[in-house]
């Protein structure tokens, strides 16, 4: 009687785990961009997801099913972690690099492999925050970002302004209470009168693709 128990079971566990694999897809992603490097993730732990100060996604392309592998800006999105919605997926995150004399920061978005290089965060003269190629910019400083401590009362969950070195400017969150809202440079208000300049790195992966059809548990 026990052992019977003990099938049933295991039995329950290899369906319910089979139908949790299948249900788990990554369509759009494979559809826009279809290559990857390799049979496993890395780490997700080296490319983690950056939120701002209300926790939305700050993604560029196919970091997020809201933004597709053609569009180079980037953007506040809804935080889907991998899993929890059978319409969109949440990707791998940003790959940071820091020059530790200058004390700048750039950030590369992992998931962008289909765009020819265009694929480290930076800002122009004008304001715009987009996706671009390092050999495409007038000045290396449009991608390097210094990261500032706020005042002491938000100095909590690890928030961080992020201040552009070309434009002496700070990442902002623009828009209203859409789902997708639009992210650029402002000046800086260090005292936290706008929250939406405060930003997080966060390592909270749950079965996010790296690539088409690629996931980590």
């Known amino acids: 009687m026990h052992r019977n128990c003990r099938l049933l079971c295991l039995l329950v566990l290899v369906v319910i ?15 826009q961009c279809s290559k990857c490097e390799s049979s496993t993730c890395p780490a997700s732990e080296a490319y983690p997801h950056m939120t701002a100060y209300d926790d939305t996604l700050i993604a560029g392309a196919l970091q ?52 020819g290089g265009q694929s480290y965060l930076t800002a122009d003269k004008h304001g715009k925050v987009s996706l671009r190629s390092l050999s495409s910019l007038k000045s290396l400083g449009e991608a390097d970002w210094k990261s500032i401590n706020p005042p002491k009362e938000l100095n909590h969950r690890e928030f961080r302004f992020w201040v552009n070195r070309a434009t002496g ?49």
């Open 64 to 115: 997020s099913d809201y933004v597709d592998s053609d569009d180079r800006g980037i953007y506040s999105v809804p935080d889907i972690k991998g899993g929890e919605s059978k319409k969109y997926n949440s990707y791998f995150g940003w790959r940071s690099t820091s020059g530790s004399a200058s004390g700048y920061h750039r950030f590369r978005n992992y998931m962008d492999r289909c765009s």
């Open 17 to 31: 785990h089979a139908c949790d694999v299948n249900s788990l897809k990554s369509d759009r992603l494979c559809s």
């Open 169 to 217: 400017k700070c990442l902002t969150v623009f828009g209203g209470k859409t789902k997708k809202r639009t992210v650029g440079v402002t000046k800086c208000r260090f005292d936290g009168s706008n929250p939406y300049q405060l930003f997080a790195f966060r390592f909270h992966y749950h079965k996010a693709f790296c690539c088409c059809g690629v996931y980590n548990e």
